[in-house]
């Protein structure tokens, strides 16, 4: 849960977004996912299938959060910020965090919907609280399992919702941390899958 853990501190403590652990020894190697690239404001990464519409002015952390991470065991695909995560502010920094896990570093985990074992563990562990436990959900045609949590800090209430899809050996997580239930959802809709390239 190294990738995933850190998706869920990032907006607290951005110097350690992605320290990772040492990779296990006994995961298997499984060929490194595209990382996709952005271009007119627009996440693409054709191989999963996914493509993700940052909001204007957002910022893009995703080099800074790959770090020196073993990428055949987990890697981030997209962490971009609603305002630089380094810079204190008094609200939430709204964020996405697009990241990837070696299956085999799960072997419970069969389903997207068993993902969240060690999912929900992280999340509750940085205090947030569960809202909505594990449910199927649909973006366009895609299916997807989602879970909803939140947390008080101060006066204020962080909320994140996590997606999640199996794929290429990996599970596939994607991360939603707003100031409010509807921005999530804003967030969320700005979420897109097209079909992945045949197979030759």
Same mark, same amino acid.
């Given at each position: 849960?190294?990738?995933?853990?850190?998706?869920? #501190?990032? $907006?607290?403590? /951005?110097?350690?977004? /992605?320290?990772?652990? !040492?990779?296990?020894?006994?995961?298997?190697?499984?060929?490194?996912?595209? *990382?996709?690239?952005? &271009?007119?404001? %627009?996440?693409?990464?054709?191989?999963l299938g996914i493509n993700y519409k940052?909001?204007?002015?957002?910022?893009?952390?995703?080099?800074?959060? &790959?770090?020196? =991470?073993? =990428? =055949?065991?987990?890697?981030? $695909?997209?962490?971009?910020?609603?305002?630089?995560?380094?810079?204190?502010?008094?609200?939430?920094?709204?964020?996405?965090?697009?990241? %990837?896990?070696?299956?085999?570093?799960?072997?419970?985990?069969?389903?997207?919907?068993?993902?969240?074992?060690?999912?929900?563990? %992280?999340?509750?562990?940085?205090?947030?609280?569960?809202?909505?436990?594990?449910?199927? &959900?649909?973006?366009?045609?895609?299916?997807?399992?989602? @879970?909803?949590? =939140?947390?008080?800090?101060?006066?204020?209430?962080?909320?994140?919702?996590?997606?999640?899809?199996? !794929?290429?050996?990996? *599970?596939?997580?994607?991360?939603? #941390?707003?100031?409010?239930?509807?921005?999530?959802?804003? $967030?969320? @809709?700005?979420? @897109? /899958? &097209?079909?992945?390239?045949?197979?030759?």
């Open positions: 849960m190294r990738i995933l853990a850190v998706a869920i #501190i990032c $907006l607290s403590s /951005f110097s350690l977004l /992605f320290a990772q652990e !040492s990779p296990n020894p006994s995961s298997k190697q499984l060929r490194t996912l595209a *990382a996709g690239s952005i &271009t007119d404001n %627009a996440y693409r990464n054709p191989e940052i909001l204007l002015g957002w910022v893009d952390r995703t080099d800074q959060s &790959t770090g020196e =991470s073993d =990428s =055949s065991n987990g890697q981030v $695909l997209l962490a971009v910020f609603e305002h630089p995560p380094e810079v204190k502010g008094e609200g939430i920094n709204s964020a996405v965090i697009i990241a %990837a896990e070696n299956l085999s570093a799960y072997p419970g985990v069969k389903t997207a919907a068993d993902y969240f074992d060690p999912l929900n563990e %992280a999340t509750t562990s940085q205090g947030f609280k569960v809202v909505n436990e594990p449910y199927a &959900t649909n973006v366009g045609t895609k299916s997807l399992v989602r @879970s909803d949590f =939140s947390k008080e800090i101060g006066k204020l209430t962080m909320y994140q919702s996590s997606l999640v899809m199996l !794929s290429k050996g990996y *599970a596939i997580s994607f991360t939603f #941390i707003c100031s409010s239930e509807d921005e999530v959802e804003h $967030l969320i @809709s700005q979420l @897109s /899958f &097209t079909a992945p390239p045949a197979k030759h």
